[in-house]
């Protein structure tokens, strides 16, 4: 069934506030991402260069002892050599068992830099041969005394290896060194750039927070405004004293004014969420119902004049106009009508067909009457009008 409605389409061209926050989102997440991907790398370059720090310290530490041990031995050694006492002899014993462990926690540290190996199997090799020639010399001086061990001093074996021990340890300790200096320097700037990016990341989100602050009180200032010619229209609505209300495509009541309710006898809060079916019917075929409203939904708007039934089985008349709602995309989402009462005109209308059709019989019934007297005078009777033409004659002049 087609129920009458009347069509509102209403074009709003404004930027959509839905996008606008989805903009700001999209540049406050790739802001975010860009800052936490930047922080994630600085990170790990940041635990990159610690672990290098770490093992660069490790090493000095190492090697500062290594160098102390050596110390220890020569001292040790000197010791015993010219005073033949035990006791220096025992701290020889305990200065090798340090270059011992020291050489092993130089090959420990091969796993944690690989590219260092020749150089700590050099030092090893070189501790070493310099606990051998440490030996060598105690047990030269115990078989041979004092001169021997001055004599095999004189061939250089003790300096060459400790001058090779030093310079080779040197040469790590500078790069140490270097990459702990570097590490320093990158902590640095890596501290600079992060506050520099964390003002910028404030400045960003300060922006993206007054364009919040202002697009909500844009917003709402326009709400403000569209709620008042809402309420101006509706005010406008309600001087107009016809049934005006919108449904869904379906025919669900969606408003219902107050002329609507006097009209059909029903309040607003019990007609919305209705059925237009359950609160009044058209007296309209099927056939009839699916053309308007076929013809309502191509054109947009349908007039017509139906008969309609109340709730309580009243009948009345109703002129009713009727448009279609539709979105912005142009699909059909309502309806929406204007019902005015014509129940009075209808009345009027049907006695003025009765008058005229019992004035029509009283006049043929005269006119017979008249005919019938004129028709029974014996002598001729001839009616004319103000031309002279004929607009009666009885039957006696056709006998002459």
Not at 74 to 89: C, I, K, L, M, P
Not at 289 to 309: C, M, R
Not at 317 to 346: C, M, P, Q, W
Request: hydrophobic content about 40%.
């Amino acid at each position: 069934m087609c129920y009458p409605v009347f069509n509102i389409t209403t074009t709003m061209k404004q930027l959509s506030t839905r996008l606008l926050i989805t903009v700001f989102f999209m540049i406050a997440f790739s802001v975010i991402g860009f800052f936490v991907v930047v922080t994630y790398k600085n990170v790990q370059q940041i635990q990159l260069q610690n672990r290098q720090t770490n093992i660069s310290l490790q090493f000095l530490l190492i090697t500062e002892k290594l160098l102390d041990d050596i110390q220890d031995l020569a001292t040790s050694q000197r010791g015993y050599v010219f005073t033949s006492r035990e006791n220096y002899n025992q701290s020889h014993k305990k200065a090798v068992e340090n270059l011992k462990d020291d050489a092993n926690s130089l090959e420990a540290m091969i796993q944690a830099s690989p590219a260092r190996k020749k150089e700590i199997n050099t030092i090893v090799t070189l501790v070493k041969e310099r606990v051998d020639d440490s030996k060598h010399t105690l047990m030269l001086y115990d078989s041979s005394g004092l001169y021997a061990v001055l004599d095999d001093i004189k061939t250089g074996t003790s300096k060459r290896i400790s001058d090779s021990l030093r310079l080779t340890i040197k040469q790590l300790a500078i790069e140490d060194h270097n990459i702990i200096s570097n590490t320093n320097k990158y902590l640095e700037l890596t501290a600079q750039k992060t506050s520099y990016r964390f003002f910028t990341l404030s400045f960003i989100f300060i922006a993206i927070l007054t364009g919040f602050l202002l697009l909500i009180y844009f917003d709402f200032k326009k709400k403000e405004k569209v709620t008042a010619q809402l309420h101006y229209q509706a005010s406008l609505i309600d001087t107009i004293p016809d049934a005006i209300f919108t449904t869904d495509k379906n025919f669900i009541v969606k408003s219902w004014n107050k002329y609507a309710a006097e009209l059909y006898g029903i309040p607003e809060k019990e007609a919305v969420n209705l059925s237009l079916s359950e609160l009044f019917s058209i007296h309209n075929n099927k056939e009839t119902s699916a053309e308007s409203l076929s013809i309502l939904n191509k054109t947009g708007s349908y007039k017509d004049e139906y008969q309609v039934s109340k709730r309580n089985n009243e009948a009345i008349f109703v002129l009713a106009s009727v448009n279609t709602i539709v979105n912005s995309t142009g699909v059909i989402t309502g309806y929406v009508a204007v019902h005015r009462d014509i129940t009075e005109r209808k009345k009027l209308e049907d006695r003025q067909k009765e008058f005229s059709l019992e004035l029509s019989k009283e006049v043929n019934l005269k006119t017979a009457e008249t005919t019938n007297i004129l028709e029974r005078i014996t002598d001729g009777f001839l009616a004319l009008d103000s031309n002279f033409t004929f607009k009666f004659v009885n039957k006696k002049p056709g006998k002459f």
